[in-house]
């Protein structure tokens, strides 16, 4: 049986006799929430895509899919059968919206809509639809509409597809995050946060056309920033007990996946290289991605880590201030901190007026983006914040650290044996040592 890497289409991985983690349980769940509006927040590559590719094809009414659940645990739930297949479901992800300059940004978003609209084109022939919004759908389609009129296309297309199919529509939106920090790092966030505000509010709030609206991301963007007025709202992010086991692989999976691949004598060390994540009150959640490489390749290293960008992370601990380096050097010497995260990511607040580093957001990023894992929390009800003890989860994290802090080491203009002799003090945790040598470069 062929492993699964980089394929987030549940369709193409049971059809092409990939192996497959069941996490279909997720249904149910989601259809006993009483939200109807719900954002899951989970790091980068842990299975959001994969886990709305499969929500897509249960509940679409385009065909019977149903071929592709047979002998998954949802396929005979007597709650999940009722609506198996029930539902017009609109799929868009915003993974591709991210570039250099807003214009760039906007047409990726553009070409996201479009591909949504161009998957139930079928309205246009629909008697139900009026004239005037069959106008509206051509003019999309052929972008001659203005940057505003955009902001309702989601949700006036759950209109449509209400009106012709006379049943409630489920709206699920991948990744939308992706182009909020990207305008943060290159200069215009405040243009995306302003367009994904808009049309994400037009498309969740009262929209009387929904079933479920699900968003996944991996922060939690600010409400002040995109979500102020959509109180119906409901956010899990690593830090609830909401959805913990759905993504992500647990202990129990990777050792049945190990001894499929007669790899289960490397249990330990993959267990040490890619475990480590508590989400919710679930301890000893494997990186999927990571997992899935190491089996295939047949050797332990790192794979997540290298698989997007992580100029924002790096950024920050590279000019960061040496309060914040002394415990970046803790979390290397196998010591935890103990830092009060806010859950929530309003990235323009990452820095004060002054430049200085707002510490608790900074953290709140480690955390959410799977650089570090709370190996306790406890909420403080003051400040409505969570304080946690967080430590890298595992020795592919450790490595990235290991990597920036060699990077910053070069940056004072350092040669690499001096590096070299710096770093073996460092990782053999003899910090007086290591900063006699620091002291003397």
């Keep these: 049986m062929l492993l699964p890497s980089g394929i987030d289409d549940f369709k193409t991985i049971i059809e092409g006799n990939y192996y497959y983690v069941d996490k279909t349980g997720l ?9 109807n509006a719900i954002l899951i927040t989970r790091p ?7 886990n709305f590719s499969m929500i897509k094809y249960f509940f679409s009414n385009e065909k019977d899919y149903s071929y592709l659940f047979k002998g998954m645990k949802i396929y005979d739930d007597p709650i999940a059968s009722k609506h198996m297949n029930k539902y017009p479901v609109i799929h868009i992800t915003f993974k591709d919206a991210k570039a250099n300059s807003w214009e760039d940004t906007f047409n990726a978003i553009f070409e996201a809509l479009q591909n949504a609209y161009r998957e139930h084109i079928y309205l246009i022939n629909s008697e139900k639809i009026l004239d005037f919004d069959k106008e509206y759908i051509k003019a999309l389609l052929k972008k001659e509409l203005k940057e505003n009129e955009f902001r309702h296309s989601l949700s006036r297309l759950t209109k449509y597809l209400e009106i012709h199919w006379n049943q409630k529509v489920i709206l699920l939106i991948d990744e939308y995050d992706v182009p909020i920090e990207s305008g943060y790092v290159n200069g215009y966030y405040e243009k995306a ?86 989400f919710g009150n679930t301890d000893g959640i494997y ?11 047949n050797i332990t290293q790192p794979y997540w880590i290298n698989t997007s960008s992580n100029d924002l992370i790096r950024e920050l601990i590279l000019k960061s201030t040496s309060e914040i380096k002394i415990k ?56 409505g914040q969570w304080v946690c003890k967080l430590i890298p989860p595992n020795k592919e994290v450790l490595s990235f650290y290991k990597t920036t802090i060699l990077n910053w080491l070069k940056g004072f203009g350092i040669e690499y044996p001096k590096i070299g002799q710096l770093l073996e003090h460092l990782f053999n945790k003899d910090e007086k040592a290591f900063e006699r040598e620091f002291n003397l470069r």
């Design 27 to 35: 249904i149910k769940d989601l259809l006993l929430d009483g939200a």
């Design 44 to 50: 980068r590559r842990f299975g959001k895509s994969l």
């Design 193 to 278: 946060v302003d367009f994904m505000r808009g049309m994400l509010t037009a498309a969740l709030k009262g929209n009387t056309s929904l079933f479920k609206g699900l968003l996944t991301g991996v922060y939690r963007v600010a409400k002040e920033d995109i979500f102020s007025g959509l109180n119906n709202l409901v956010v899990y992010t690593v830090l609830d007990d909401f959805y913990s086991s759905y993504f992500g692989f647990t202990d129990d999976e990777v050792k049945k996946m190990l001894s499929d691949f007669n790899m289960l004598d490397r249990y330990e060390e993959i267990k040490e290289w890619y475990n480590g994540y508590k």
């Design 287 to 297: 990186n999927p991605w990571s997992v899935i490489e190491c089996i295939r390749r």
């Design 328 to 383: 970046i050097e803790q979390l290397l010497n196998g010591k935890p901190i103990t830092e009060m995260v806010e859950s929530t990511s309003a990235l323009r607040d990452l820095k004060y007026e002054n430049g200085k580093i707002n510490e608790s957001a900074m953290w709140g990023l480690f955390l959410f983006g799977g650089y570090l894992t709370p190996k306790e929390k406890e909420l403080n009800t003051d400040f």
